[in-house]
């Protein structure tokens, strides 16, 4: 997989208008729970390689599962409108309800970032998760035209990486 490529999943499957919606307006607050995401990203593609050996996970067998869930996701993100703010825990600890979990630390999001460590390296998962939750914390701060419009863009997206994904893993079998 590219490092392009890449960066290209990881921010589709983050969706960083849609994510907008759902977290404080607090811009601080949410760069703390896209470090603590980020963190444990770093940490969920470390031991991806290991993981799936121990599960006896084939990396093809892994891409299609991963693609099914991508696809769900994407089309589930492109007909239904984004949620608004949830519950959320008063000051800095807002960066882990709602920032981190559920809503910047999801299974598409941390399947998809393993996936992507297992095919081209942590290196590049890191890189891709860096670039999509700055892009989260940066909508929080200047998007707010325009976020339904590019949240479609990035399902549709989403869901053509998706069927790549499964047809990627499919072929390798």
């Keep these: 997989m590219s490092g392009w490529l890449a960066i290209l999943l990881l921010t589709a499957a983050v969706n960083p208008p849609r994510r907008r919606r759902e977290l ?13 995401t980020l963190a444990v990203l770093l940490g969920v593609g470390a031991v ?20 099914m869930v991508l696809l769900v996701r994407g089309v589930i993100d492109m007909v239904s409108r984004p949620p608004g703010p ?33 095919d081209g390296g942590v290196g590049i998962m890191s890189v891709g998760a860096a670039v999509a939750l700055f892009l989260v914390v940066a909508s929080v701060l200047w998007l707010h035209r325009f976020d339904r419009a590019l ?6 997206t989403l869901i053509v990486l998706a069927v790549d994904r499964l047809v990627d893993g499919v072929f390798a079998l």
């Design 48 to 67: 991806g390689d290991r993981l799936l050996d121990t599960l006896d996970i084939s990396a093809p067998t892994f891409r299609v599962a991963v693609g």
């Design 86 to 118: 949830g519950a959320e825990w008063s000051g800095m600890k807002g960066a882990i309800v709602p920032g981190f979990f559920p809503v910047l630390f999801r299974p598409e999001i941390a399947l998809t970032a393993m996936s992507v460590a297992v």
């Design 24 to 36: 404080p307006i607090d811009a601080a607050v949410v760069a703390a729970g896209a470090g603590l």
């Design 151 to 156: 949240s479609i863009v990035l399902s549709a």
